[in-house]
């Protein structure tokens, strides 16, 4: 089963050494417990791991056990291949590319699959659980449920969440993300993207420049933690020469 898996810098997960492109094995898998873990949403691995320094790798795990994590993709295997290393801004862009493809909107507990790829898109959920998903340049997203995962891969995107425990991802430029709850993590993988959130949660932004050959490239990714005193909270920020700068609304 295709899943993706956190690890520490030096390549290690709770004390146990890994190394891409190898293949281990245990002879029990109790989710949490024992055997080899990984999420099979990318950005549920963010739940244990969010350095942008650590290592992000797709995984193969067989001989999966049927337990269940609630709000969460966490699956756990007897055998596990680690393929290649994807990074932290690779990890998202799988987010987003897993829910572009499906919308899921949530109300009074009841979910029903929608699709959105067109520009201008105008999207709501206020149940928990909700995975957003949008590809289209312009997107307006709000959510208030708990645990909402939302990925927008269009520009001038404007995403606004007040639930717990979010996880945000935008990888189009000239994004604007808002979250108020509390836990939660956002990242801005495009050029000239802003983002705030509450205390307890990360932020991660990108910041471009053009190479040589005149091409854009990521020259500077950054994670940091709203601490109320170097981050403050309800402040949007944009990076500048590598360094989280507040900007205006």
Known sequence: MKAYKG????????????????????EEAVLCEKGFHACTNPLDVLNYYNDVEGKYCEVELDEVSNDKKENDSKICGKRIKINAEIGFVGL?????????????????????????????????????????????????IGSSGNYAKIGSSG?????????????????????????????????????????????????????WGRDDNGDWIPINVVTKR?????????????LVNGVFTEVDE
Do not use: P
């Open 226 to 238: 709203v601490d109320g005193v170097e981050i403050k909270e309800d402040t949007y920020y944009k």
């Open 92 to 140: 998202f862009k799988m987010g987003i590319e897993l829910l572009k493809g499906q919308t899921i909107f949530s109300k009074n507990d009841t979910k029903e699959l929608e699709k959105s790829s067109g520009d201008g898109a105008k999207i709501g959920s206020s149940g928990d659980d909700a995975q957003i998903g949008s590809s289209g340049h312009g997107a307006k």
């Open 7 to 26: 690890f520490n810098k030096d390549f290690t997960c709770r004390g146990f050494q890994f190394e891409e492109g190898k293949e281990y094995e245990e």
């Open 155 to 207: 520009y001038g995107a404007k995403i606004g969440s007040s639930g717990n425990y979010a996880q945000i991802g935008s990888s189009g430029y000239d994004a604007k993300i808002g979250s108020s709850g509390k836990n939660s993590v956002v990242m801005c993988a495009g050029n000239n993207s802003i983002a705030k959130a509450k205390i307890g949660s990360w932020i991660t932004l990108a910041e």
